[in-house]
């Protein structure tokens, strides 16, 4: 399956059930205040079938970004279809060009994509929830774990793009020790299909 046929749809359509857990449009504060506006389109995915045989780009797939565990709501885990923001392409187009860059194959942790608002680690407030977020565990042979690894392909990634946040190694807020945070920002997609009118 290619990424032509993926289906957006606006999350405003959705059932009621999906809206109270996606939040399409609503506005959501990070941790420092600052309001942003949910993602509103999405991809629908019909299987995990359908989320491994997408690729997004030669090396990604799209099951690699939306992995998560039982800290996810239960409809959004358990039950098909699943809907990922459209961003979700702009994170995969990046770490593409990352990869390309390292001369090494990337790995994304379990939640270390794309995460609903409903998740339990943070919720919205974490910017995973705009699908233009990765933690990176391991780059080829190299386990990212230590502030050498940490800051060495931090260094690379945001060499690559003014709008890439590499977090810095470290145990306090906003920084990591035991893998490579990633992300694109509070950035959503609206694909030339759908309208933004409501």
């Not at 090396?59 to 996810?72: G, I, N, Q």
């Not at 379990?110 to 705009?130: D, E, V």
Request: charged share 25%; net charge negative.
């Amino acid at each position: 399956m290619s990424v032509e046929e993926l289906r957006p749809i606006d999350g405003l359509n959705l059932s009621a059930e999906y809206r109270a857990l996606l939040r399409p449009g609503e506005a959501e504060s990070d941790s420092a205040g600052t309001a942003h506006h949910l993602p509103r389109f999405f991809y629908e995915i019909g299987s995990w079938q359908d989320a491994h045989a997408i690729r997004l780009t030669p090396h990604f797939t799209l099951a690699e970004l939306m992995l998560v565990d039982c800290r996810e709501a239960e409809l959004l885990l358990r039950h098909f279809p699943h809907y990922v923001p459209c961003a979700v392409i702009l994170l995969a187009t990046f770490l593409e060009d990352f990869r390309r860059e390292v001369g090494a194959p990337v790995f994304v942790s379990a939640n270390g994509g794309y995460r609903s608002p409903a998740h339990q680690i943070r919720g919205a407030k974490s910017i995973h929830a705009w699908g233009t977020a990765a933690n990176i565990y391991r780059i080829g042979d190299t386990f990212l774990d230590d502030a050498r690894s940490i800051e060495k392909y931090g260094a690379t990634a945001s060499s690559l793009s003014r709008a890439m946040l590499a977090r810095p190694f470290g145990s306090r807020k906003g920084e990591t020790d035991d893998h490579l945070h990633l992300d694109l920002g509070f950035v959503s997609l609206t694909p030339r299909q759908c309208s933004e009118a409501s």
